[in-house]
């Protein structure tokens, strides 16, 4: 099973300023990996497939980057809605699909 | 829009039997695996399983001998039963489209979670 490990676990920033959010999997998942955002109460959402492809209806300022066992999603410009929990996902050695921990970027 | 709607029953006991189903709105159910996933505070977001239209599934290690997942191509409806519950599958679950057969990936479309207890 592939492990996906995120870092940190919350970030604190301020509106307009740049996310970093990391995950690294275990083994070499090529650039099988998808993102998504969650808000309390509701499923999570698709942000990013194959490590950079923003799904339909993404803001530009969400923007993935990595491939083998490093990746990044950046938030750019943190608007109000963007405040949750994000979780990566590989999808690239399967059963199972595995999940990352998440991490949550909160208001400072 | 695509739209999975998904029912079934909320406090359940040790040992026994969760069913849900999940209705696929707007969407063929040919060409896309339909996933089951799991988040609990204790273990985070699980992928329990899928099934494909043609009734071929994938199941997790962690669940299988308990999961039986199922789907009915004329209904559009895809079923979850997990077997001999256990404290510890208290979750919400989540139905989900996942389009990977047709080469893409992530899960696209969500069911808006159903919160399973299980509690003696």
């Known amino acids: 099973e592939i492990v996906m490990t995120q870092s940190p676990a919350t970030l604190s920033l301020s509106p307009g300023e740049r996310a970093t959010l990391s995950c690294r999997a275990s083994?070499?998942?090529?650039?099988?990996l998808a993102w998504y955002q969650q808000k309390s109460g509701q499923p999570p959402r698709l942000l990013i497939s194959?490590?950079?492809t923003r799904a339909t209806g993404v803001p530009n300022r969400f923007s993935g980057s990595g491939s083998g066992t490093d990746f990044t999603l950046t938030i750019n410009g943190l608007q109000s809605e963007d405040f949750g929990i994000y979780f990566c996902?590989?999808?690239?050695?399967?059963?199972?699909?595995?999940f990352g921990q998440g991490t949550r970027v909160e208001v400072k | 829009q695509v739209k999975l709607h998904q029912w079934g029953a909320g406090l359940l006991k040790p040992s026994e039997t969760l069913s849900l189903t999940c209705a696929v709105y707007?969407?063929?159910?040919?060409?896309?695996?339909w996933a089951w996933i799991r988040q609990s505070p204790e273990k985070g977001l699980e992928w329990l399983g899928e099934?494909?239209?043609?009734?071929?599934?994938n199941v997790n290690p962690s669940v299988k001998g308990r999961l039986t997942i199922s789907i009915d191509t004329f209904k559009k409806e895809v079923s979850l039963k997990l077997t001999s519950l256990i404290v510890t599958d208290t979750a919400v679950y989540y139905c989900?489209?996942?389009?990977?057969?047709?080469?893409?990936?992530?899960?696209?479309?969500w069911g808006q979670g159903a919160r399973i207890t299980v509690s003696s």
């Open positions: 996902q590989q999808y690239s050695d399967w059963p199972p699909r595995t």
């Open positions: 083994h070499n998942i090529r650039n099988d």
């Open positions: 194959a490590a950079s």
């Open positions: 707007n969407a063929p159910v040919s060409g896309y695996y």
């Open positions: 099934v494909d239209h043609r009734g071929i599934t």
């Open positions: 989900a489209r996942d389009p990977a057969p047709r080469g893409g990936g992530g899960f696209d479309f």
